[in-house]
Nanobody
Framework: HVQLVESGGGSAQSGGSLTLSCVAY????????MGWFRQAPGKEREGVAL???????????ESVKGRFNISQDNAKNTLNLVHLEMNSLKAEDTAMYYC????????????????????????WGQGTQVTVS
């Protein structure tokens, strides 16, 4: 069982910053992946930043590399907290952002980086709107 609780988001001006947070409550410990997807109107949902609880190497979409930073705190075995710091925001970052988890396992490539296959992410938060103007 997984419960995701999101916070953060809102509006920012171009070049500004916002931070999203998500807490995952899981029924049993282990290594799994979680992070953020986003969906803009008329576009498909895409992975933005993802991280494995067992690896320090995250996945970033090309469009956010160098601007977004994902960090996590999994000091408790059944609780994982993830933050997404979004800097140098652009209008094209405007979207609904969803916290998601691939639990109890996920596919990773070299270096423990999550592959980011959307089909693996079965657990979703309610979404939070980010608007950049």
């Amino acid at each position: 069982h997984v419960q995701l609780v999101e916070s953060g988001g809102g509006s920012a001006q171009s070049g500004g910053s916002l931070t999203l947070s998500c807490v995952a409550y899981v029924s049993a410990g282990g290594n799994f992946c979680m992070g953020w997807f986003r969906q803009a109107p008329g576009k498909e949902r895409e992975g933005v930043a993802l991280v494995s609880t067992g690896s320090p190497n995250p996945y970033y979409a090309e469009s956010v590399k160098g601007r977004f930073n994902i960090s996590q705190d999994n000091a408790k075995n059944t609780l994982n907290l993830v933050h997404l710091e979004m800097n140098s925001l652009k209008a094209e970052d405007t979207a609904m952002y969803y916290c998601a988890a691939a639990y109890p396992a996920c596919t990773m490539v070299g270096g423990g980086v999550p592959l980011g296959q959307r089909d693996e992410y079965k657990h979703w938060g309610q979404g939070t709107q980010v608007t950049v103007s």
